[in-house]
């Protein structure tokens, strides 16, 4: 699931976009540029955030400036400021898009679908023995043949992929794939590595590495 932080000090309208956003996405939701410095920082790996402009501790300017330092994760900044200077410093920072308020819920809603999807990771990763296609759910040799692997085990392969280098435990696969309420053994996700080693050959011994203790990695240095 897509991870995205909302910085909001209104706490009626935090309280709208948190509910609705959780219908289709993991939110955090931070009130101040603080505590969005120390949520992001708890947390690097949001896909986007909503940032809005006028905070009660400075600016969300100054907060994207500072997260624009270590990362490049999408913005997309919320704000009464419609001026023309204020968009202006907004793309310089490198947000993707620029919300008047008030705006309508649902506009909202699409404009976050759409900078998602865009910026989406790739759907077909190739590797040297086979190529994988997320979209289709299916792995081609390099020999022509295609095969049709678990569905599950090809979406914890694609986690891996977009999380890397991050490790991940199992309790976080095993959270992202099938929802808190649906946990599978720990058991099950080292059986499910296992196949997914078997079926990428030498890539998966090179790239998919176990950590003792905390997880697994999908790496990408050749002494992996």
């Not at 009130?31 to 909503?50: A, H, M, P, R, V």
Request: net charge negative; hydrophobic share 40%; glycine share 6%.
């Amino acid at each position: 699931m897509r991870k995205i932080l909302l910085v909001e000090d209104d706490t009626s309208l935090g309280e709208t976009l948190t509910d609705r956003l959780k219908k289709e996405y993991d939110v955090s939701w931070a009130k101040s540029l603080s505590e969005g410095w120390t949520t992001f920082n708890q947390n690097k790996d949001f896909d986007l955030i909503l940032l809005d402009v006028g905070l009660p501790d400075g600016t969300g300017f100054e907060l994207a400036a500072k997260i624009r330092q270590i990362s490049n994760v999408l913005f997309l900044f919320l704000t009464a400021q419609a001026d023309a200077e204020s968009r202006l410093k907004g793309f310089e920072l490198g947000a993707q898009e620029y919300i008047p308020k008030p705006f309508h819920l649902k506009e909202l809603l699409i404009r976050v679908k759409h900078v998602l999807d865009a910026h989406a990771p790739a759907r077909e990763v190739e590797l040297e023995t086979c190529t994988v296609n997320f979209t289709n759910m299916t792995v081609q040799k390099k020999s022509g043949q295609i095969e049709y692997p678990p569905v599950t085990d090809l979406k914890i392969l694609q986690l891996l992929i977009e999380k890397s280098p991050r490790v991940l435990s199992r309790d976080e696969i095993m959270n992202e794939i099938w929802g808190v309420d649906k946990n599978p053994s720990h058991r099950t996700i080292d059986n499910i590595i296992v196949r997914l080693r078997q079926l990428l050959g030498d890539d998966g011994e090179r790239h998919i590495r176990s950590v003792r203790g905390v997880g697994y990695q999908w790496s990408v240095e050749e002494n992996a």
